[in-house]
T-cell receptor, first 111, second 114 residues
Framework: GDSVTQMEGPVTLSEEAFLTINCTYT??????LFWYVQYPGEGLQLLLK?????DKGSNKGFEATYRKETTSFHLEKGSVQVSDSAVYFC??????????FGQGTTLQVKP | DVKVTQSSRYLVKRTGEKVFLECVQD?????MFWYRQDPGLGLRLIYF???????EKGDIPEGYSVSREKKERFSLILESASTNQTSMYLC?????????????FGPGTRLTVT
């Protein structure tokens, strides 16, 4: 079945460091891909999405490119801030209309 | 802004109790979902609904049921709570039709069963 695998956390970075959180997927066809973010004490929010191969989703300085050849959707940010500390979830939309989530990666940014 | 609210942020119940978790959305969304979130497992779909009085099992429905009597409200029911149902429960909603992709989440209910 469809699945999403994220790099294990926690990821700890200093402020202004470069961030990469790896995400790979297994799915039938070419699903839409998403990154959701969960700030402490809150529900999930959609951060960015890409609906077809080679699309780049971007928002709040974060980017991710839909790579069909490597079945990946890695999240990147050039310079992280303390306020980016959160849990990040990679997800795909299956052909049954359900969101399939990865296990989540905790990011902690230190001043 | 879409708002999804959940009836409680924290709940403590005893084993064997019947537990109701309520979710309300204010944007006339057709689709509603219940997930549980556990460390290392991400979010897992319990039940979902694409319309009033309609429900579909997700990936882990055992021990749960749902009710959707009105479009804006989707309730998760634990018929007889057990300690392995201690978890964070998240409700979400989305538009139906051509844009089912973006799900809007509530803040979650952290349930502890003792």
């Amino acid at each position: 079945g469809d699945s999403v695998t994220q790099m294990e956390g926690p990821v700890t970075l200093s402020e202004e460091a470069f961030l990469t959180i790896n995400c790979t997927y297994t799915a039938t066809g070419y699903p839409s891909l998403f990154w959701y973010v969960q700030y402490p004490g809150e529900g999930l929010q959609l951060l960015l999405k890409a609906t077809k191969a080679d699309d780049k989703g971007s928002n709040k300085g974060f980017e991710a490119t839909y790579r069909k050849e490597t079945t990946s959707f890695h999240l990147e940010k050039g310079s992280v801030q303390v306020s980016d500390s959160a849990v990040y979830f990679c997800a795909l939309m299956s052909n049954t209309g359900k969101l399939i989530f990865g296990q989540g990666t905790t990011l902690q940014v230190k001043p | 802004d879409v708002k999804v609210t959940q009836s409680s942020r924290y709940l403590v119940k005893r084993t064997g109790e019947k537990v109701f978790l309520e979710c309300v959305q204010d944007m006339d969304h057709e689709n509603m979902f219940w997930y549980r979130q556990d460390p290392g497992l991400g979010l897992r779909l319990i039940y979902f609904s694409y319309d009033v009085k309609m429900k579909e099992k997700g990936d882990i429905p055992e021990g749960y049921s749902v009710s959707r009597e009105k479009k804006e409200r989707f309730s998760l029911i634990l018929e007889s709570a057990s300690t392995n149902q201690t978890s964070m429960y998240l409700c979400a909603s989305s538009l139906g039709g051509g844009n089912p992709y973006e799900q809007y989440f509530g803040p979650g209910t952290r349930l502890t069963v003792t």
